[in-house]
C-alpha cells in the first residue's frame, strides 16, 4: 500500500465520498458546496460526482439548513451539514443546541439524529472578528453534542467516518489553515475508522506534557521539535474530541513529566482547555505536578482584522516555545 | 528492712499532663540495680526510658501496657533498702515523690508520620508536598528555590534532612509553641534596661533568682527555677537551674557549662526538665537587639538579653500584670540590674 500523504480538506473529501459510497443515505447541504465546490473547497467535484441530489446547495439560511438537516436525520438520513464559517453557527443555534442535541434524550432514546456538521473555525486568514472564531466551548457545553476537533489529515478522515457512523450530532470543527497543509503522516487507504472520545499522544517525552487542540498541535509540534535540540523532551496530547473528552492518557503523562501546558485557540476566558486544567486539579495526578500548570489561549478579545493584531490575538509558536522552555527550566 | 518506693510516671514536658505506658522491661521478683530501665513511657510522640532510682527488687507492676497514667501516680512499686530514697506507700501523697534522677536520657522519637507532617504555611509544588509527606520532611526545614519562593522538586531532594530529626524538631516546637500559646492571653508588659556585657551568664542565673527570692508575693512556687533557652540541634531546650542562688558561683558556673553542651547535643538530665519558675532568652549570641517577649505558662515572668553595643547588653522583663503592677515590674528589673552590676 502506498503512503499517500494528503491535505485535510483531500482526507476530508475522501471520507465523505467513502460514506457516500457505503450508505446511500448520506448527503451533504450547505452553501456554495455544489457547482462552486465549498468555500474553501472541500466538496470540490462532489456535485459532478454524485449529482445535485446529494450534493445540495442551499440558499443562505443556516437555521434552515440545519433544521432540513435535523429533519432528514430524524426520517432515516444521514445528513452532512457544511457552515461556511462556524461563525455562522449562531445563526443555526436552536436546531444544534435544542433540537438536534436534546430529541433522542428528550424522547426516551426512541428517535436519534445521526447528523454531522462540518464547519471551519479560527483566525489567521484576515477575515475579521465575524468570520475567525474558534467557538469550541459554545458546541462542548452542551450535552447531547460530540465535539471533534480534528488536527491533521488522517485523523479527519478516520474521525469523519466515526462521526458518520455516530448516531446522534456531531459538530466536526475544521480549522481554514489546515485545509491546505499536508500532514505529517500519510492518511491510509479504505474505509478506516478512528473512535471518537479516544486522545492521541502525538509524541512521548519526560519533561513537559502539552495538551493542545486543532491548529494549535501542529504549533505545539513545531516546538517539541525545536525543543528537543535543547534537551528538553515533551509529550504532546491531541483530544481530538473534545467532547466526549478522553484524559486518561493525560494523566498518564502527568504522571511522569510532573509539568502540564494547555494550549487552545480560543479565548482563555472560560475556553475549553480549562477543562483539561479542571480535571487535572481534581485528580490523582494533581499530587505528581512539579510545576503549576500553564495555559496558553487566545485574548478575551474578538478577532482584530489588523494581521500583526490578528497573530499577536492567539498563541503562536514563539509563545508555546517560551512558555514550554520556561516551566521546564523553573521548575525542577 | 525494705520500704515500697512507687516509680510514678514522670513529667517529661511543660504542657504533659499524663503518658502511656508502652512495656515493662522488668516483672515482679526482678532485682534491679539503679539506673536499670523499668518501663518506657510515651507521650506527645516522645518516647522514653524511665530507670530505677536505686538498687531493690519489684514489688508489683500497678498498670497494664497501653494504659494512660497521670503525672506523679505510681507505674510500679518497687522494694529498696535505700533509705534515703525510702517512702511508704501508705502515704497517699505520692505526687510529692520526686524522683532523684541525675541519668543523662536520651529521648527516643517514634517514626514520623504524614499526618505529621502536613502543613500550610510554606508554599510547595504538589508534587514536593506529597513527596514531603512520604518522606516524614518538614517543608518548613526546605530552603526554596522556586518562581514566588516555591519549594520545588529540586529543593526537596537537594535539601539533607534527616526524617528522624524533622519530627522531633517539629514535636519540640509544637510544645514550646503550645506553652506559648497558653500564656498569650495573660496581661503582661516589658520593660528594658542597657547594662554592662561584662557579666557571665551563671551570674545573671544566680542574680535573678536572689532577686525573686526576695519577692514571694511574685511567687506561686515555693522554689525558684530558671529555664534557659538553649538552641539544641532539635530545637529548643529549656534546661532548669533549681534554686541556683543556693549554689556556690563557681559550681553554678559548672553546672551551667555542663548542661549547656549537653543540651545543645538534645541531651538534658530528666530532673532539669521541669520546676522551671522564670525563664531567661538570650539572643545576644545571635547579635540580636531583641525579641518577642515570651511568657512561659505558671510563670510571672521572663528575661530577655540582647545585644546593644560590643560593651552593652540589653536586658528586657516581661511580667505578668495580675501578679505585680507596672511599677513593681520596674522595681524588679533594677534590682536584678544593680545585682549584676555589682559583681
Known amino acids: 500500500m502506498s503512503e499517500r500523504m494528503l491535505t485535510m480538506a483531500e482526507a476530508i473529501r475522501e471520507a465523505m465520498c467513502i460514506a457516500f459510497d457505503e450508505r446511500p443515505e448520506v448527503f451533504l447541504l450547505g452553501e456554495d458546496v455544489g457547482i462552486y465546490g465549498g468555500a474553501f473547497g472541500v466538496s470540490a467535484d462532489m456535485y459532478h460526482r454524485y449529482g445535485a441530489e446529494r450534493v445540495l446547495d442551499t440558499p443562505i439560511a443556516e437555521l434552515g439548513i440545519v433544521g432540513a438537516a435535523v429533519g432528514a436525520a430524524l426520517s432515516g438520513m444521514r445528513p452532512i451539514v457544511e457552515i461556511q464559517f462556524s461563525d455562522f453557527t449562531a445563526q443555526a443555534m436552536d436546531q444544534i443546541a435544542n433540537q438536534a442535541a436534546k430529541i433522542h434524550f428528550m424522547l426516551g432514546g426512541a428517535l436519534h439524529v445521526p447528523m454531522v456538521l462540518r464547519t471551519p473555525q479560527g483566525s489567521g486568514t484576515g477575515a475579521a472578528a465575524q468570520h475567525s472564531q474558534n467557538l469550541e466551548p459554545w458546541f462542548a457545553s452542551v450535552p447531547g453534542l460530540k465535539v471533534v476537533v480534528p488536527s491533521n489529515p488522517a485523523d479527519a478522515k478516520g474521525l469523519l467516518l466515526s462521526s458518520i457512523d455516530d448516531p446522534n450530532p456531531v459538530i466536526f470543527l475544521e480549522h481554514k489553515l489546515l485545509y491546505k497543509i499536508p500532514g505529517r503522516e500519510p492518511v491510509p487507504e479504505g474505509s478506516t475508522r478512528i473512535p471518537l472520545g479516544v486522545s492521541k499522544v502525538v509524541r512521548e517525552g519526560k519533561d513537559l506534557t502539552i495538551v493542545a487542540t486543532g491548529i494549535m498541535v501542529n504549533k505545539a509540534w513545531e516546538v517539541c521539535e525545536k525543543l528537543s535540540a535543547e534537551g528538553i523532551s515533551i509529550t504532546l496530547i491531541d483530544p481530538r474530541t473534545i467532547s466526549p473528552l478522553d484524559m486518561q492518557p493525560v494523566f498518564e503523562s502527568v504522571d511522569k513529566t510532573g509539568r502540564l501546558l494547555v494550549v487552545q485557540e480560543g479565548p482563555a476566558h472560560a475556553g475549553f482547555i480549562n477543562e483539561v486544567i479542571a480535571q487535572m486539579a481534581g485528580s490523582a495526578s494533581f499530587g505528581s505536578l512539579i510545576a503549576p500548570i500553564k495555559r496558553l489561549a487566545g485574548m478575551n478579545i474578538p478577532i482584530p482584522y489588523a494581521p500583526q493584531l490578528e497573530k499577536a490575538a492567539v498563541p503562536q509558536i514563539e509563545d508555546i516555545e517560551i512558555a514550554a522552555r520556561e516551566i521546564v527550566k523553573n521548575w525542577r | 528492712m525494705s520500704f515500697k518506693y512507687p516509680v510514678v510516671m514522670p513529667k517529661m514536658s511543660m504542657t504533659m499532663e499524663t503518658g502511656e505506658l508502652i512495656i515493662f522491661h522488668v516483672k515482679v521478683g526482678d532485682h534491679v540495680k539503679s539506673g536499670d530501665v523499668l518501663f518506657e513511657v510515651m507521650t506527645d510522640k516522645i518516647d522514653m526510658e524511665v530507670d530505677a532510682p536505686a538498687d531493690g527488687v519489684i514489688d508489683s507492676l500497678l498498670a497494664e501496657p497501653g494504659a494512660v497514667i497521670e503525672i506523679g501516680k505510681p507505674v510500679l512499686i518497687m522494694l529498696t533498702d535505700t533509705e534515703v530514697m525510702a517512702f511508704d506507700f501508705g502515704n497517699e501523697e505520692v505526687e510529692a515523690v520526686q524522683v532523684e534522677q541525675i541519668e543523662q536520657v536520651e529521648v527516643k522519637i517514634a517514626p514520623p508520620t504524614a499526618a505529621v507532617i502536613l502543613n500550610e504555611s510554606v508554599k510547595a509544588v504538589p508534587k514536593a508536598r506529597s513527596e514531603a ?128 553542651e549537653a543540651a545543645k547535643n538534645g541531651k538534658v538530665p530528666l530532673a532539669m526538665l521541669t520546676g522551671a519558675t522564670t525563664t531567661i532568652f538570650d539572643v545576644s549570641r545571635y547579635s540580636m537587639n531583641s525579641s518577642t517577649p515570651l511568657l512561659f505558662p505558671n510563670q510571672v515572668t521572663s528575661l530577655t538579653i540582647g545585644y546593644g553595643t560590643e560593651s552593652e547588653k540589653n536586658i528586657s522583663l516581661t511580667i505578668d500584670l495580675n501578679f505585680c503592677d507596672f511599677y513593681d515590674g520596674a522595681l524588679l528589673l533594677d534590682a536584678l540590674v544593680a545585682s549584676i552590676t555589682k559583681h
Request: net charge positive; charged share 25%; aromatic share 4%.
Open chain 2, 133 to 260: 509527606a512520604k518522606r516524614g520532611v518538614d517543608l518548613r526545614t526546605i530552603a526554596a528555590t522556586g518562581p514566588d519562593k516555591t519549594i520545588t522538586m529540586h529543593d526537596l531532594n537537594n535539601a539533607q534532612v534527616d526524617p528522624a530529626m524533622a519530627a522531633r524538631q517539629k514535636a519540640n516546637r509544637a510544645l514550646i509553641a503550645k506553652g506559648i500559646e497558653m500564656s498569650r492571653g495573660i496581661a503582661q508588659a516589658s520593660f528594658s534596661r542597657t547594662v554592662n556585657s561584662d557579666f557571665e551568664t551563671a551570674t545573671l542565673i544566680r542574680a535573678w533568682a536572689s532577686v525573686l527570692r526576695s519577692r514571694p508575693d511574685l511567687a506561686i512556687h515555693t522554689h525558684v527555677g530558671v529555664a534557659l533557652i538553649i538552641e539544641s540541634k532539635y530545637g529548643s531546650a529549656l534546661p532548669v537551674f533549681k534554686d541556683p542562688d543556693h549554689l556556690a558561683h563557681e559550681d553554678l558556673k559548672a553546672l551551667v557549662a555542663s548542661t549547656s
